[in-house]
C-alpha cells in the first residue's frame, strides 16, 4: 500500500482534522480508501444495500453511494466522491477508467497505482518546496519500483490469441526493457540529487545538478579542428588500361616500420614509372632477423584492393619473365620523380623486370606532385593493414589497458641494445654494459661510426632517455603515477634499468605483460609482429610520448597527425638534459624543475605545423613523420594564399 500522503504538500494529512464527515464516508477510512472501497461496491449489489440500510452512515452514506452508483452506469463510467465539508468531487483519470471497464487487470491493483502517483504529485510538490527533499527523492524511487513491477504484471496478464502470442511477447520485452532503463537512469540521478541534499543541507536553495568533470589538460589533444584528411584520389589519376612499363622487384630493409615506410614510396614509384608491383619481400638479416613475409604481416589482399585503381599489383611475377634475372638496382636517396622517369624507366623498359635491393628513403619528403603525396598517404594509411590475427590481439590489448575507463600513455622508451650501441650512448650503465655495446658497435659493419664520446653525446640531445629520465619527464608533465604506462619497445637493456620507472609509476605494462601465454604464442618468435602489435596500441593510446627519433618514432608520430592531431609528445632532450643535470647537482629545486619542463613543451604536443624543406633532405622533416601538408588540408586555405598553422610541435 502506499503511504505518501502525509509528504504532499505542506505536510498535511488526510486522516484527521478539518471534517469529520469526510472521514465517517465508510467506517472511518481516509479519503484514498474511499475510492478503492466505493469501487469494491459499485459491482457488489449486497454491500450497497447494506451500506445503505447499515448504521453509521447516514443519509450522507447513502447519498454518496448514489451518486457512485450513477456514476458507474454512465457513458463514461465515471466514479466520484463527495466530501461534505468541502464540496470536493474526485473523478479518476481516463487511463484508470479504461483499465477498470477492461477488467483484465484487478481493480485493486489499478486503484493503488491511482494513489500511489497522486502520492508522486504530492511528492513533487514537495521537491518545488525544497522540503524534506532527500526522503521525498527516496520515496520516489520506491514509487517507480512499484509502477515497473505494475506495468510488467499488466503486460503478462495482457493475454491474446495464441497467433499473436509472439509478437505481444516481443512487444512485452520492449518494453520491459524500457521500463528498467529508465529506472534504473532514475536511480542513479537520484541517488546523485539525495547525496547532494545530504551535503548541502544548510543550503537548501542551491541549484542541485549532475557535475560533469572535463577532460584533463595533460590528456587533451592540441587544437586542430580546423584540418582534415584530404588523400582523395583525383579523377585524372586513377589507373588506366595501359600495358604496364615492368615489374618491380622490391627487398623491403630495416626493422618493421622503416619497410613499411620504404614500401609506401614503392608503391609511388610503380605510379611514377607505369610499373606493375609485385608484393615486397621483407629484410629477414636485420638485428631481430624476423622470418616473417609480407603475407605474415600485412594483410596482402586488402592491400591489392585498395590500390586497384591506383597500380597494379600482383602476387608474383608472370611465368613468362619468373626465369629471368632481374636487373640489380639500389635506388638513390632522397630522390626526386624526375630522377625514376629519367635514368630508372628507361632500364625497366629494356629489362622489363628490376630488383630493387633498398627501400629506406629512396623518395623525396618534398617537392613532389600533389597525387604522388595523396598516394603514399593512401599506401600507409589506407592499404597496409595488419592481419586480421595482429589487429585483433591489438585491440584486445587496448581495451584490457582502458578496463576501468582510464587513459594511458604509450611511452616508446627506445633504450635497447641496439640503439644504445648504435648512438654509443652508456648514461647510468655499468662499465662492462658500457664496453658490451662498444664490441657490438665495432662488429655491425654499415654502422660507419664506431668511436663515439657518450657523455658529449647526451649533452648534444644524441641519446634516446634513461628509463630514470623518462620518468622524471613524465612525472613533471604532470601525469600521476597511477598513470598507465605501455612500453612501446623491445628488450631494455642494462640490469635493474626500469627500476627507476617502476617506482614512480607502478603500473608499467608490455605485450608480454599484458597478453596471456596463449595469446602470445603465435608472436613470440617474430619481432617484427612484435612490432606490429606495439605500432597499434602506441596509435590507439591517449596519449604517445617517444625517448628518441626513430623510424617507429615517426611513424607514429605522423599516423597520430593524420588521425586528428592526437597528442604526442616529443621532449627536447637537449634542453631536457642540461635541466636534470641541474636538479640532480642541486641548483634547481623539483618545483623550478618541473615548471621548466612545462614550459618547455607546452607546444610540443603534436599539434599541426607545416612541414618545410631543408637544405639537405637528410635533415628536414620526414614526409611520415609529418604529411602536413600533403595529406593533411585546412579549411582556411585558399588558392594562391598561405596556409595558417599552429605552432604546436
Given at each position: 500500500?502506499?503511504?505518501f500522503r502525509?509528504?504532499?504538500?505542506?505536510g498535511?494529512?488526510?486522516?484527521?482534522?478539518?471534517?469529520?464527515?469526510?472521514?465517517?464516508?465508510?467506517?472511518?477510512?481516509?479519503?484514498t480508501?474511499?475510492?478503492?472501497?466505493?469501487a469494491?461496491?459499485?459491482?457488489?449489489?449486497?454491500?450497497?444495500?447494506?451500506?445503505?440500510?447499515?448504521?453509521g452512515?447516514?443519509a450522507?452514506d447513502?447519498?454518496?453511494?448514489?451518486?457512485?452508483?450513477?456514476?458507474?452506469?454512465?457513458?463514461?463510467?465515471?466514479?466520484?466522491?463527495?466530501?461534505?465539508?468541502?464540496?470536493?468531487?474526485?473523478?479518476?483519470?481516463?487511463?484508470?477508467?479504461?483499465?477498470?471497464s477492461?477488467?483484465?487487470v484487478?481493480?485493486?491493483?489499478?486503484?493503488?497505482?491511482?494513489e500511489?502517483?497522486l502520492?508522486?504529485?504530492?511528492?513533487?510538490?514537495?521537491?518545488?518546496s525544497?522540503?524534506?527533499?532527500?526522503?521525498t527523492?527516496?520515496m520516489?524511487?520506491?514509487l517507480?519500483?512499484?509502477?515497473?513491477?505494475?506495468l510488467?504484471?499488466s503486460?503478462?496478464?495482457?493475454g491474446g490469441?495464441?497467433?499473436?502470442?509472439?509478437?505481444k511477447?516481443?512487444r512485452?520485452?520492449n518494453?520491459?526493457?524500457?521500463i528498467?532503463?529508465?529506472?534504473?537512469?532514475?536511480?542513479?540521478?537520484?541517488h546523485?540529487?539525495?547525496?547532494?541534499?545530504?551535503?548541502?543541507?544548510?543550503?537548501a536553495?542551491?541549484?542541485?545538478?549532475?557535475?560533469?568533470?572535463?577532460?584533463?589538460?595533460?590528456?587533451?589533444?592540441?587544437?586542430?579542428d580546423?584540418?582534415?584528411?584530404?588523400?582523395?584520389?583525383?579523377?585524372?589519376?586513377i589507373?588506366?588500361?595501359a600495358?604496364?612499363n615492368?615489374?618491380?622487384?622490391?627487398?623491403?630493409?630495416?626493422?618493421?616500420?622503416?619497410m613499411?615506410?620504404?614500401?609506401?614510396d614503392?608503391?609511388?614509384v610503380?605510379?611514377?614509372?607505369n610499373a606493375?608491383?609485385v608484393?615486397?619481400?621483407?629484410?629477414?638479416?636485420?638485428?631481430?632477423?624476423?622470418p616473417?613475409n609480407f603475407?605474415?604481416?600485412?594483410?596482402w589482399r586488402?592491400?591489392?584492393?585498395?590500390?586497384?585503381?591506383?597500380?597494379?599489383?600482383?602476387?608474383?611475377?608472370?611465368?613468362?619473365?619468373?626465369?629471368?634475372?632481374?636487373?640489380?638496382?639500389?635506388p638513390?636517396?632522397?630522390?626526386k620523380?624526375?630522377?625514376?622517369?629519367g635514368?630508372?624507366?628507361?632500364?625497366?623498359?629494356?629489362?622489363?623486370?628490376?630488383?630493387?635491393?633498398?627501400?629506406?628513403?629512396r623518395?623525396?619528403?618534398?617537392?613532389?606532385?600533389?597525387?604522388?603525396?595523396?598516394?603514399r598517404?593512401?599506401?600507409?594509411?589506407?592499404?597496409?593493414?595488419?592481419?586480421?590475427?595482429?589487429e585483433?590481439l591489438?585491440k584486445?590489448?587496448?581495451?584490457?589497458?582502458?578496463?576501468?575507463?582510464?587513459?594511458?600513455?604509450?611511452?616508446?622508451?627506445?633504450?635497447?641494445?641496439?640503439?644504445l650501441?648504435f648512438?654509443?650512448c652508456?648514461?647510468?650503465?655499468t662499465?662492462?654494459e658500457?664496453?658490451?655495446?662498444?664490441?657490438m658497435?665495432?662488429?655491425?659493419?654499415?654502422?660507419?661510426?664506431?668511436?663515439?664520446?657518450?657523455?658529449?653525446?647526451?649533452?648534444?640531445?644524441?641519446?634516446?632517455m634513461?628509463p630514470?629520465?623518462?620518468a622524471?619527464?613524465?612525472?613533471a608533465?604532470?601525469?600521476?603515477?597511477?598513470?598507465?604506462i605501455?612500453?612501446?619497445?623491445?628488450?631494455?637493456y642494462?640490469?635493474?634499468?626500469?627500476?627507476a620507472?617502476?617506482?614512480?609509476y607502478?603500473?608499467v605494462?608490455?605485450?608480454?605483460?599484458?597478453?596471456?601465454?596463449?595469446?602470445?604464442?603465435?608472436?613470440?618468435?617474430?619481432?617484427?609482429?612484435l612490432?606490429?602489435?606495439?605500432?597499434?596500441?602506441?596509435?590507439?593510446?591517449?596519449?604517445?610520448?617517444y625517448?628518441?627519433?626513430?623510424?617507429?618514432?615517426?611513424?607514429?608520430?605522423?599516423?597520430?597527425?593524420f588521425?586528428?592531431?592526437?597528442?604526442?609528445?616529443n621532449?627536447?632532450?637537449?634542453?631536457?638534459?642540461?635541466?636534470?643535470d641541474?636538479?640532480?647537482?642541486?641548483?634547481?629545486?623539483?618545483?623550478?624543475f618541473?615548471?621548466?619542463?612545462k614550459?618547455?613543451?607546452?607546444?610540443?604536443?603534436?599539434?599541426?605545423?607545416l612541414?618545410?624543406?631543408?637544405?639537405?633532405?637528410?635533415l628536414e622533416?620526414?614526409?611520415?613523420?609529418?604529411?602536413?601538408?600533403?595529406?593533411?588540408?585546412?579549411?582556411?586555405?585558399?588558392?594562391?594564399?598561405?596556409?595558417?598553422?599552429?605552432?604546436?610541435?
Open positions: 500500500m502506499c503511504v502525509a509528504m504532499s504538500s505542506g498535511a494529512t488526510t486522516n484527521s482534522g478539518a471534517n469529520n464527515n469526510a472521514t465517517q464516508i465508510l467506517g472511518g477510512a481516509s479519503v480508501h474511499h475510492r478503492r472501497r466505493v469494491e461496491q459499485m459491482n457488489d449489489p449486497e454491500k450497497l444495500d447494506k451500506s445503505a440500510g447499515g448504521g452512515g447516514g450522507a447513502q447519498a454518496a453511494v448514489q451518486i457512485a452508483l450513477d456514476h458507474s452506469k454512465s457513458d463514461v463510467n465515471e466514479e466520484a466522491l463527495f466530501n461534505n465539508g468541502n464540496n470536493m468531487i474526485y473523478q479518476h483519470h481516463p487511463v484508470v477508467r479504461y483499465f477498470l477492461r477488467k483484465r484487478p481493480e485493486n491493483w489499478v486503484l493503488c497505482v491511482e500511489c502517483l502520492s508522486a504529485c504530492g511528492a513533487l510538490g514537495s521537491l518545488a525544497r522540503k524534506n527533499i532527500g526522503r527523492v527516496f520516489c524511487l520506491i517507480m519500483v512499484v509502477v515497473s513491477a505494475f510488467k504484471f503486460f503478462l496478464m495482457g490469441a495464441a497467433v499473436e502470442a509472439g509478437a511477447i516481443a512485452m520485452e518494453q520491459i526493457l524500457f528498467q532503463n529508465f529506472k534504473n537512469n532514475l536511480l542513479s540521478n537520484a546523485s540529487a539525495v547525496f547532494d541534499s545530504e551535503s548541502s543541507s544548510g543550503a536553495g542551491q541549484k542541485r545538478q549532475m557535475k560533469e568533470f572535463p577532460v584533463p589538460e595533460i590528456w587533451m589533444k592540441p587544437n586542430s580546423n584540418y582534415y584528411q584530404c588523400i582523395a584520389r583525383p579523377r585524372n589519376r589507373r588506366t588500361k600495358a604496364t615492368g615489374y618491380i622487384l622490391v627487398h623491403a630493409n630495416g626493422g618493421l616500420n622503416q613499411r615506410t620504404g614500401i609506401c614503392m608503391v609511388a610503380a605510379k611514377i614509372m606493375t608491383l608484393l615486397p619481400s621483407l629484410d629477414h638479416d636485420s638485428f631481430w632477423t624476423d616473417s603475407k605474415d604481416i600485412f594483410d586488402h592491400f591489392i584492393e585498395v590500390l586497384k585503381q591506383d597500380i597494379e599489383i600482383v602476387e608474383k611475377l608472370p611465368s613468362k619473365y619468373a626465369s629471368k634475372n632481374p636487373l640489380i638496382k639500389a638513390v636517396s632522397w630522390s620523380a624526375s630522377y625514376y622517369r635514368e630508372i624507366l628507361p632500364l625497366l623498359k629494356k629489362h622489363k623486370v628490376i630488383k630493387f635491393t633498398h627501400t629506406d628513403s623518395l623525396a619528403n618534398n617537392g613532389l606532385a600533389s597525387s604522388i603525396q595523396k598516394l598517404c593512401r599506401a600507409n594509411y589506407k592499404a597496409l593493414r595488419y592481419t586480421p590475427e595482429i585483433d591489438g584486445k590489448l587496448v581495451e584490457r589497458l582502458r578496463d576501468e575507463g582510464e587513459p594511458f600513455i604509450a611511452l616508446h622508451l627506445r633504450y635497447e641494445k641496439d640503439m650501441a648512438t654509443g652508456d648514461h647510468n650503465l662499465k662492462y658500457a664496453e658490451e655495446l662498444r664490441v658497435r665495432y662488429n655491425v659493419k654499415h654502422w660507419k661510426e664506431k668511436e663515439i664520446d657518450s657523455k658529449e653525446k647526451r649533452l648534444q640531445g644524441g641519446c634516446p634513461s630514470r629520465e623518462a622524471l619527464f613524465l612525472k608533465m604532470g601525469y600521476p603515477s597511477s598513470t598507465k605501455y612500453i612501446v619497445a623491445g628488450e631494455i642494462g640490469n635493474n634499468s626500469m627500476a620507472l617502476g617506482a614512480e607502478p603500473n605494462y608490455s605485450h608480454s605483460t599484458l597478453a596471456t601465454e596463449e595469446e602470445l604464442e603465435p608472436f613470440k618468435q617474430y619481432q617484427n609482429r612490432a606490429a602489435l606495439d605500432y597499434i596500441i602506441a596509435l590507439e593510446s591517449d596519449a604517445f610520448v625517448t628518441y627519433d626513430g623510424n617507429m618514432a615517426k611513424a607514429v608520430q605522423g599516423h597520430r597527425r588521425e586528428g592531431f592526437r597528442r604526442t609528445i621532449p627536447d632532450r637537449l634542453e631536457f638534459v642540461k635541466l636534470i641541474s636538479l640532480d647537482s642541486g641548483s634547481i629545486s623539483w618545483e623550478e618541473a615548471s621548466e619542463v614550459g618547455l613543451h607546452s607546444e610540443r604536443l603534436g599539434g599541426p605545423y612541414r618545410q624543406p631543408g637544405q639537405l633532405p637528410r622533416e620526414n614526409f611520415y613523420a609529418n604529411p602536413f601538408p600533403g595529406c593533411v588540408c585546412n579549411k582556411d586555405q585558399r588558392p594562391g594564399g598561405s596556409t595558417s598553422a599552429a605552432s604546436q610541435r
